[in-house]
């Protein structure tokens, strides 16, 4: 078996998409890093796959988990617990490990099904027109403010239980939390820990008025199955609604903004989708696949296996780049082109197994109606080349887009 590739091209390579302008266009590095090995390693000892269908074997295999918390001690925070941010997502089932994550996502899940969320089209069909006409008459907008972040934060506020008044308090919120899937710094913490704190303490209030008074929203479900079932902690109940509140709003702004700008790149594929109602479904799975709003996904291997042509040893480390992976030429001819209507289809987006996205019918709904949308609404919609990128990979996305409507 040939030993894992760790050279100082690599490291350069992986270092550049740790900062800024690295994180901005990742896909070049991804191809050179691919190219050199499918598998290197990474200065932390972690490995990074870049193919297609390695990325898929570490968010699917279950020989793969999610790093156990008590691990985090070896990865530089034996003091996890006492970091709000650090506490609340690996008490989330987004990194939790069977069988408390079976037991979690089975509570929420039924929230989530096709069926469910098909039955909210009517309500995002309104929502979607109400911003298009708030867009109009105004020569240039910032399409993350003005679209992009109000479509998906109400949609999840709305399903959730959060007052729509309080929405938009989020929104500096969970990007300050989420800082912490990047590199976590000293200084990530310092912003991400009072962040993480007061989305916590800001739910724990709601959490406590549906205790009181329940609804027919999910908070009320959560707190209602931990009622019916004792195992469901307080501190559990809190970080999966934060959990679903800011997954279901960062990512999919992120998709509906790095998605017009991709459209914007090829207007071409921008006035086809005006024109083709029925390419909403292909378009946001290029569109997911072109520029993903999640980049990459971390996992540790616990039986050894296979992974570019190279066995993995348990304790491992990997991360997968599902951004690569959906780039990958051996996977999608001629990855770079932006194809609404390209054959065979499967990005890498949503993960996959156990953890694959609770949100993806919801996400692809809300999608699937508005870009076409705001294609027949604004055919002339066009970039002023005032873009502000968030400084991050995990999650890529805009914090602020300026667009010319017309
Ligand atoms: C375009 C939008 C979205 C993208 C690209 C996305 C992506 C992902 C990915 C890649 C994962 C798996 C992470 C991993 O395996 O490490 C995930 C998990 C998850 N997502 Fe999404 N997501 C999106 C929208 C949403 C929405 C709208 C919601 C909520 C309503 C949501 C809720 C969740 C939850 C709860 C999990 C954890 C599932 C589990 O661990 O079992 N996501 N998402």
């Known amino acids: 078996m040939p030993d894992i590739v760790q050279n100082p091209e690599v490291l350069a390579l992986l270092d550049e998409l740790t900062r800024m302008p690295g994180r901005a266009d990742p896909y070049p590095r991804y191809a ?36 156990p918390a008590d691990m985090l001690a070896f990865v530089g925070f034996p003091d996890w617990r006492e970091h709000p941010a ?40 309104r929502m979607v027109q109400d911003l298009l006409d708030g867009m109009d008459g105004h020569d240039e907008v910032d399409f993350v403010e003005a679209f992009a ?5 109400n949609v ?36 991400a820990d009072p962040a993480a704190a007061a989305i916590r303490d800001h739910l724990a209030g709601l959490v406590e008025q549906r205790r009181q008074r329940p609804t027919d929203d999910l908070l009320s479900a959560l707190v209602q199955a931990q009622a019916a079932d004792d195992r469901l ?3 559990e109940v809190l970080s999966n609604a934060a959990l679903l509140f800011a997954a279901g709003f960062e990512t999919t702004t992120n998709l ?27 378009a946001v799975e290029e569109l997911l696949r072109y520029d993903s709003p999640v980049q990459l996904s971390s996992r540790v291997v616990t039986a050894p296996l296979e992974l570019g042509g190279v066995t993995v040893g348990e304790g491992e480390r990997v991360v997968a780049y599902l951004g690569a992976g959906n780039h990958d030429p051996a996977r999608f001819p001629d990855p770079g082109a932006l194809r609404l209507d390209r054959a065979d289809n499967a990005p890498l987006s949503f993960g996959g197994g156990i953890h694959y996205c609770l949100g993806a019918p919801l996400a692809r709904l ?24 968030r400084d991050s990979l995990s999650l890529k996305g805009y914090t602020s887009l300026r667009l010319r409507t017309g």
């Open 149 to 153: 972040f109000p479509l998906p934060v």
């Open 32 to 67: 050179r890093l691919r190219e050199i090995s499918p598998v290197v390693r990474a200065d932390d000892g972690a490995l990074v796959v870049t193919g297609y269908g390695d990325c898929a074997t570490v968010v699917r295999d279950p020989r793969l988990q999610h790093l």
């Open 366 to 389: 809300e999608a699937q109606i508005a870009l076409p949308a705001l294609a027949r609404r604004f055919p002339s919609l066009a970039l002023t080349g005032q873009a502000q990128r």
């Open 156 to 191: 999840i506020g709305e399903l959730l239980g959060v007052p729509a008044q309080e929405r938009a308090g989020f929104q500096t919120l969970v990007r300050d939390w989420t800082q912490v899937l990047e590199v976590i710094t000293p200084d990530v913490l310092a912003r």
């Open 256 to 282: 509906l903004a790095n998605g017009v700008v991709a459209l914007l790149h090829h207007p071409e594929q921008y006035a086809l989708l005006g024109r083709r109602p029925d390419l909403a479904q292909p």
């Open 86 to 125: 650090l506490h609340q997502l690996f008490t989330s089932m987004l990194t939790l490990n069977p069988p408390d994550h079976t037991r979690l996502r089975r509570l929420v899940s039924s929230a989530f099904t096709p069926r469910r969320v098909e039955a909210l089209r009517p309500a995002i069909e």
């Open 233 to 235: 902690t307080d501190e």
